[in-house]
């Protein structure tokens, strides 16, 4: 019972253009979103969040957009540099869970020079 | 604010041991989540507490498995008679509680457990 899925496991960009991750969720009860990015050997980090009541939320070079009737959200990063080669992690959870982060399962991000 | 500590980063055990993770969250948050990460998979939730209440146990949660939060402060995940299938990244993460604000907690840099 994957609810949070991301498809894609990898994604390749040059430097300076725009990266977009994926993911894909079944629970219309989550009532946040986030992502998270990981580098090796360190424990995840949290990048940007976005409420179920906006469609848009950014934070400089980063954009999360969410869709709800299409259960699907995309983090946009413009432009892409070597240092945000890392696995980036969506997450979703809802307020009546305590906090509780149902993961997808990580789309790893190389930026070439 | 140090972050959120974990040891050991690595552990090295038989199968059929049992070993203890500790994590020491950052000092004024109250909330404590303990994941597990395998390899090509993300996070999955095990347990997490409210100050030294425990609220909620995944079922990935055997009964080899236990977590305590004495004093609502560190935490610790205790694993009983290993098996090879525990071998992952044990995770712990804290938050503030802030009612209905987003959770974006801090997670330490993990326990990597290998049973051999």
């Known amino acids: 019972d994957q609810q949070v899925k991301q498809n894609s496991p990898s994604l390749s960009v040059q430097e300076g253009r725009i990266s977009i991750l994926n993911c894909d969720y079944t629970?219309?009860?989550?009532?946040?979103f986030l992502w998270y990015k990981k580098y090796p050997a360190e424990g995840p980090t949290f990048l940007i969040s976005?409420?179920?009541?906006?469609d848009k939320n950014e934070d400089g070079r980063f954009t999360v957009f969410l869709n709800k009737s299409a259960k699907h959200l995309s983090l946009h990063i413009v432009p892409s540099q070597p240092g945000d080669s890392a696995v980036y992690f969506c997450a979703a959870g809802s307020h009546n869970q305590g906090g509780k982060l149902i993961f997808g399962q990580g789309t790893e991000l190389s930026v070439k020079p | 604010d140090t972050g959120v500590s974990q040891n050991p980063r690595h552990k090295i055990t038989k199968r059929g041991q049992n070993v203890t993770f500790r994590c020491d969250p950052i000092s004024e948050h109250n909330r404590l989540y303990w994941y597990r990460q395998t390899l090509g998979q993300g996070p999955e939730f095990l347990t997490y507490f409210q100050n030294e209440a425990q609220l909620e146990k995944s079922r990935l949660l055997s009964d080899r498995f236990s977590a305590e939060r004495p004093k609502g402060s560190f935490s610790t995940l205790e694993i009983q008679r290993t098996e090879q299938g525990d071998s992952a990244m044990y995770l712990c993460a804290s938050s503030r509680e802030r009612g209905r604000g987003f959770y974006g907690y801090t997670f330490g840099s993990g326990t990597r457990l290998t049973v051999v």
């Open positions: 629970n219309s009860m989550f009532d946040y």
């Open positions: 976005i409420s179920s009541i906006k």
